[in-house]
């Protein structure tokens, strides 16, 4: 089961495990998790390139993922924050389609 772990607070999203839905490279709901991680980290990028913030901490390996941004001021919190919730919309989503394959959470 793939675990989705979003704190508001810091903006650090977390991911772990496998939804084991399909054969390996072909499992739909991973791929699913997949795009909406590396459309998010493409985000902070680009917020990172606006001098919104930085980037502080980014893994991206099998069955495991991480993102850390810290917001420059609270100026720009919420528009860094917006992006992080569009995506967590998507594992949200997810998680209701899929209750045996992933889980999501926001703290």
Same mark, same amino acid.
Not at 16 to 22: F, L, R
Not at 37 to 48: D, G, H, P, R, S
Not at 91 to 99: D, K, Q, R, S, T
């Given at each position: 089961?793939?675990?989705? &772990?979003?704190?508001?607070?810091?903006? *650090?999203?977390?991911?772990?495990?496998?939804?084991? $839905?399909?054969?390996?490279?072909?499992?739909?709901?991973?791929?699913?998790?997949s795009?909406?991680?590396? &459309?998010?980290?493409?985000?902070?990028?680009?917020?990172?390139?606006l001098?919104?913030?930085?980037?502080?901490?980014?893994?991206? *390996?099998?069955?495991?993922?991480?993102?850390?941004?810290? $917001?420059? #001021?609270? %100026?720009? $919190?919420?528009?860094?924050? #917006?992006?992080?919730? $569009?995506?967590c919309?998507g594992?949200?989503?997810?998680?209701?389609?899929?209750?045996k %394959?992933?889980?999501?959470?926001l *703290?």
């Open positions: 089961m793939i675990k989705v &772990t979003y704190n508001y607070e810091k903006n *650090e999203l977390t991911i772990t495990g496998h939804a084991y $839905s399909g054969k390996a490279g072909h499992d739909l709901i991973c791929a699913g998790v795009t909406l991680f590396y &459309t998010l980290v493409k985000n902070a990028q680009k917020l990172e390139a001098k919104y913030g930085k980037i502080k901490e980014f893994k991206a *390996e099998t069955g495991e993922g991480k993102l850390l941004f810290k $917001s420059k #001021n609270k %100026n720009v $919190s919420a528009a860094v924050k #917006n992006v992080f919730c $569009s995506i919309v594992f949200e989503m997810l998680a209701v389609e899929y209750p %394959n992933i889980l999501y959470f *703290e």
